[in-house]
């Protein structure tokens, strides 16, 4: 965020920096439905308190898993693209082929 947005109207700034992200990166809000803001923390939304709620859990689960893995082995790559994308479009979109 600009030292603008900051001083200014700070948590509405903070939203608009969060769409403006998923606008410029063709992100879809219904199928990524929390982030991490760098130095502030999470956000999450769904259809109704308890999804958003849900969804933040989650979130935090995804995090510490990430934090411990790379606590364990610091020389750990990131998943690759591709691998990433095959778990993600299986289960969500037109194509989605698997379900739990």
């Known amino acids: 965020m600009t030292v603008e947005e900051i001083n200014g109207e700070y948590e509405y700034q903070t939203g608009e920096v969060i769409i403006k992200t998923f606008e410029e ?3 879809d809000p219904a199928q990524i439905p929390a982030v991490l803001v760098h130095s502030h923390g999470p956000f999450a939304w769904g259809k109704n308190a308890a999804d ?3 969804n933040a859990v ?19 790559p990131d998943m690759q693209p591709e691998l990433l994308d095959k778990h993600y479009l ?6 989605a082929y698997y379900g739990q």
């Open 58 to 76: 989650v979130l935090e689960e995804c995090a510490y898993m990430g934090l411990f893995s790379r606590q364990l082995a610091p020389q750990l």
């Open 90 to 95: 299986r289960k969500h979109g037109a194509n």
């Open 52 to 54: 958003a709620v849900h």
């Open 25 to 27: 990166r063709g992100l």
